[in-house]
């Protein structure tokens, strides 16, 4: 199947710094992404979606100011938490769908998140 | 609203026993619907979809759009299938990709 990977596998950061994450497809073009938030013993909750070249669309609750998502090419997305409080420790998995596999989301390892 | 429930958090069964896992869905268009499965320490991996009507690891499911379900089966559960299973809807647009809370396999030897 086709490959999605997601950097870094973990951080931990401060209080009030932005931290990026990468979700990249390295064998197909992804042509949409999406962006989930996965708490301990919960599931995937879907934060956002986003198109190639366009602004992402953000599920009702998702503060968009705090959780910047650019999907500037059809290899790459990027998901930054800005000034990350405690509250945003969490599990942030990425998802990519595209040219291959027909309607097939292909899953990136995931992101801990942990701020101190 | 776009709406996937599945009602069990945990399914213990013993080797050899038949499973089912449920996954029920709301949505007012043509959906799209997925199974996906993790591993323990492994990502999300798609197991079966709608469109395809194919059996995968001896699981099958078939969308029953009178009931709005999706269950997932196996005849024979094999201790290998232990793992968390995810129920998943695609509206037609396919701009969400929604998830159900999952069901925890558990197969006992």
């Known amino acids: 199947g086709a490959v999605v990977s997601q950097h870094p596998s973990w951080v931990i950061c401060k209080s009030g710094t932005s931290v990026k994450i990468e979700c990249r497809s390295l064998d197909f073009q992804a042509t949409t992404m999406f962006w989930y938030r996965q708490f301990p013993k919960q599931s995937l909750m879907l934060m956002a979606t986003?198109?190639?070249?366009?602004?992402?669309?953000?599920e009702q609750g998702v503060e968009k100011d705090k959780f910047l998502i650019n999907h500037a090419s059809l290899t790459l997305s990027t998901l930054t938490v800005t000034s990350a409080h405690p509250e945003d420790s969490s599990f942030y998995i990425c998802s990519a769908r595209g040219n291959r596999g027909g309607t097939e989301a292909f899953f990136g390892q995931g992101t801990r998140l942990t701020v101190v | 609203a776009q709406r996937v429930t599945q009602p069990e958090k945990l399914l213990s069964v013993f080797k050899g026993a038949p499973v089912e896992l449920k996954c029920n869905y709301s949505?007012?268009?043509?959906?799209?619907l997925f199974w996906y499965v993790q591993y323990s320490r492994q990502r999300l991996q798609l197991l079966l979809r709608?469109?395809s009507r194919e059996s995968i690891k001896g699981f099958t499911a078939d969308l029953n759009k009178g009931e709005t379900s999706f269950h997932l089966k196996k005849p024979f559960a094999q201790e290998e299938d232990s793992a968390m299973y995810y129920c998943a809807l695609g509206n037609g647009g396919y701009n969400k990709l929604i998830f159900g809370a999952g069901t925890r396999l558990a197969v006992h030897p």
């Open positions: 986003s198109n190639e070249g366009s602004k992402a669309t953000y």
């Open positions: 709608h469109i």
């Open positions: 949505y007012s268009g043509s959906p799209e």
